[in-house]
T-cell receptor, first 110, second 115 residues
């Protein structure tokens, strides 16, 4: 089942902060975050694993609440380059493929 | 190359034609995934390879879809007798590890339009 992302869209001014949430009804093993700009490949940002391990980007942080099957991506001091659509992808158990949410469109204005 | 490459980038097909989409993963990456992305939606899983073995094809929407990776590197997704509902961006992703969950690196995709 597809994870639910919120908000669907957000508009910020440069320098402002944003939080994007991802919630699943299934027990999760990992949560992956990607950013995709129009017509381009999704770019890896962060992976959070059950048990607390994280791998990712220096300027982006995220949390993973295993009990609630929720993850949040924190974007601080946003830059114009942060604009794009953010997707969370989740995996459960031994499955290697990701199930993606429908995305959060982030627009950063000057 | 430095990243995952896909070709062609754009493909227009008439309904009923067969198409073949190619993916060159990052050298040395064991795992390869195909996803389908409809406009305004997140990618949806189609199939997964570990080296040349197709371990999961549960996401393929019909028996018109076929994927292969015969030598464990380049992969081809073939769609037979294309239909309008096949119009989408087809993304390929590769990952280095086989035994743990790791980041997947995506290619730019092939945008397929079926007329």
């Amino acid at each position: 089942q597809q994870p639910v992302q919120s908000p669907q869209a957000v508009i910020l001014r440069e320098g402002e902060d944003a939080v994007i949430n991802c919630s699943s009804s299934k027990a999760l093993y990992s949560v992956h975050w990607y950013r995709q700009k129009h017509g381009e490949a999704p770019v890896f940002l962060m992976i959070l694993l059950k048990g607390g391990e994280q791998k990712g980007h220096d300027k982006i942080s995220a949390s993973f609440n295993e009990k609630k099957q929720q993850s949040s991506l924190y974007l601080t001091a946003s830059q114009l380059s942060y604009s794009g659509t953010y997707f969370c992808g989740t995996s459960s158990g031994s499955a290697r493929q990701l199930t993606f949410g429908s995305g959060t469109q982030l627009t950063v204005l000057p | 190359g430095a990243g995952v490459s896909q070709s062609p980038r754009y493909k227009v097909a008439k309904r009923g034609q067969d198409v073949a989409l190619r993916c060159d993963p990052i050298s040395g990456h064991v795992s390869l995934f195909w996803y389908q992305q409809a406009l305004g939606q997140g990618p949806e899983f189609l199939t997964y390879f570990q080296n040349e073995a197709q371990l999961d094809k549960s996401g393929l929407p019909s028996d018109r879809f076929f994927a292969e990776r015969p030598e464990g590197s380049v992969s081809t997704l073939k769609i037979q007798r294309t239909q309008q509902e096949d119009s989408a961006v087809y993304l390929c992703a590769s990952s280095f590890h086989r035994t743990s969950v790791n980041e997947q690196f995506f290619g730019p995709g092939t945008r397929l339009t079926v007329l």
